[in-house]
């Protein structure tokens, strides 16, 4: 056992929604039902969920984010200052349709309006089985940074984003781990897309071209973290889930995690990590030498993008590799991402969700014991 995590295996979070929830959220759209009556759909659905994840020998229990349509945003908006842009049809160079991605934009004082995932918690709290510890997931303070950078924040409420943005946005969500805690949560996981973006050649270009510096982002993002991770109340595991984008079982950046490694691993005040290695993508594991004692990497080492299964004795091997950086000790097991970062899933079958995870927990047993 890690001094940290409920298990060597773990998961990131997210699972394919079942057709009758994604029939049901159509409906909610058209008016055909109120928000209420899919609620009830929903909590049927995490029901069975918690169920799938108990029954599989998942330690940790997320409501598989049943609730959201993406894994970003369903959270985000619901900060006060913050807002999203209506998805819009932009035209490809070869004269296609496409739909661009929903942005969001601060225009106000980022404040914590609501308490945003207490209900949501509540009700996951009540499924889950003693023994097991429920699991919420949320996304990264700095996806309110990265995507827009400077001229997506108000320059009327924030003429400096340091100090005021980056502690008013820590406020918020330190007010959401404090309403969290309060009702007995003792494990969060904030996703992440940024810094592993930060590590592709095109992503730091178009960092470079907003205006920031993609050698000093990572370094202001672990300041920034640490803003919330001082307010972490005591006895809450607070973890962070490196991820390379996982729409429809695709990706959108690539490269080694060694233009951020220092910044993740050493400077960060994090318990543990997430961290995708499925494919060569994410390069090797040298950048785990940063790891200090203390901290957990979590390796990424089975896709969920894909039904095919892993060997494995190959699984042993990588995580033998990755051992030669950081301590056995402080590393575990887990999918490389969720099935389903978004509503609508990864090109997988529900079966392949279980093989995947028995896998995960099979190997994780043998690798470092029953625990």
């Not at 995708?276 to 901290?295: A, H, M, Q, T, V």
Request: charge should be negative; include cysteine.
């Amino acid at each position: 056992m890690t001094p940290t995590l409920p298990a060597r295996f773990d998961h990131v979070g997210s699972f394919l929604r079942p057709q009758y929830l994604l029939e049901a959220r159509e409906q909610k759209a058209k008016g055909a039902i109120t928000a209420e009556q899919l609620r009830l759909v929903e909590d049927k659905a995490i029901t069975e969920i918690v169920k799938f994840q108990e029954d599989v020998g998942l330690k940790s229990i997320t409501d598989g984010e049943f609730r959201r349509t993406y894994f970003h945003i369903d959270f985000l908006e619901e900060l006060g200052g913050v807002v999203t842009d209506i998805p819009v049809t932009v035209l490809n160079a070869d004269n296609t349709k496409a739909l661009a991605p929903p942005v969001m934009r601060v225009t106000g004082k980022v404040t914590h309006a609501k308490d945003i995932q207490l209900a949501d918690f509540n009700f996951l709290k009540s499924q889950v089985s003693a023994g097991h510890t429920p699991k919420v997931t949320i996304p990264s303070p700095t996806m309110l940074h990265f995507r827009g950078g400077r001229a997506g924040i108000s320059r009327e409420h924030y003429p400096e984003l340091d100090p005021e943005f980056y502690q008013d946005v820590a406020n918020a969500y330190g007010a959401e781990l404090r309403s969290l805690a309060a009702a007995g949560c003792t494990y969060v996981q904030m996703d992440d897309t940024n810094l592993a973006y930060l590590c592709d050649e095109k992503m730091r270009e178009a960092a470079r071209q907003r205006g920031d510096d993609p050698n000093e982002l990572p370094h202001r993002y672990a300041k920034f973290i640490n803003l919330v991770v001082a307010q972490k109340p005591a006895g809450m595991t607070l973890a962070m889930h490196l991820c390379r984008g996982n729409f429809k079982s695709t990706h959108a950046a690539s490269g080694n995690y060694e233009p951020v490694a220092e910044a993740l691993l050493k400077e960060m005040n994090l318990d543990a990590y997430f961290m995708e290695y499925d494919d060569s993508r994410s390069g090797d594991f040298k950048p785990l030498r940063y790891l200090p004692k203390g901290k957990i990497v979590v390796l990424g080492l089975i896709t969920t993008k894909f039904g095919a299964m892993e060997s494995k004795d190959d699984i042993k091997r990588r995580i033998e590799d990755a051992a030669k950086y950081a301590p056995l000790d402080q590393l575990a097991l887990s999918p490389q991402c969720g099935f389903s970062s978004t509503v609508h899933g990864n090109d997988i079958a529900v079966e392949a969700q279980r093989a995947k995870l028995r896998l995960v927990i099979e190997t994780a047993q043998e690798v470092w014991g029953s625990t």
